[in-house]
């Protein structure tokens, strides 16, 4: 049955990706907390549904996961239409991002980019500005990276080729991320 398949693809993607990554996305998690836990915030940013997952994640430490407890500052830099509009209207869209790190983000932050393909020019430039601030850069990708993998310290990368499987990877790693973050930190 397809759907199986498809089934079977996002959990082997995911096997696959923590059988290789499981130390660096450990060390991410942990220094997120710390970062988080010292009154650092994580600015989060991706494209399309990359957009729709940073908003998301960045609602569950706001907000909360699984439980009520004290916020953590996160933001998503795809929901402020009129900046985003503005920067892509008199500068360019591959600046959407980058104009917003170099507004909120400060030394000791984190930026947090998504893209399926590690090659979305508004996210690279993202990180590019965020590693010129100083901020900590992950990069969330499909196999390789793509050109994301120059510009992050931590690049969590799906080891598949398809968007909507490393897509739904993304999103499982992004909750054990937001649990784990809530765990550690109330």
């Known amino acids: 049955m397809k759907y199986l398949k498809m089934v079977d693809e996002t959990s082997n993607a995911a096997r696959e990706f923590l059988d290789k990554k499981k130390n660096l996305f450990e060390e991410a998690i942990q220094c997120i907390c710390e970062r988080l836990g010292s009154g650092h915030k994580i600015l989060v940013f ?23 407890r004290p916020p953590f500052a996160a933001i998503a830099l795809t929901t402020d239409t009129s900046a985003l509009t503005s920067i892509a209207n008199d500068e360019s869209y591959d600046q959407v991002f980058s ?83 809530e765990k550690r930190l109330t």
Do not use: W, Y
């Not at 996210?123 to 990276?145: F, H, N, P, S, Y």
């Open 46 to 68: 991706g494209n399309g549904g990359s957009a729709s997952q940073a908003q998301h994640f960045a609602a569950e430490l706001v907000n909360k996961f699984l439980k009520r």
């Open 99 to 181: 104009r917003q790190v170099e507004a909120l983000g400060k030394k000791g932050d984190f930026a947090l980019g998504l893209s399926t393909s590690g090659n979305s020019i508004s996210v690279i430039k993202a990180l590019e500005k965020a590693r010129e601030l100083e901020l900590t850069t992950i990069a969330m990708t499909g196999l390789g990276g793509g050109k994301l993998s120059f510009c992050s310290d931590f690049l969590l990368d799906v080891p598949f080729d398809s968007t909507p499987r490393i897509q739904e990877v993304h999103l499982l790693l992004l909750h054990i991320m937001a649990g784990e973050i």
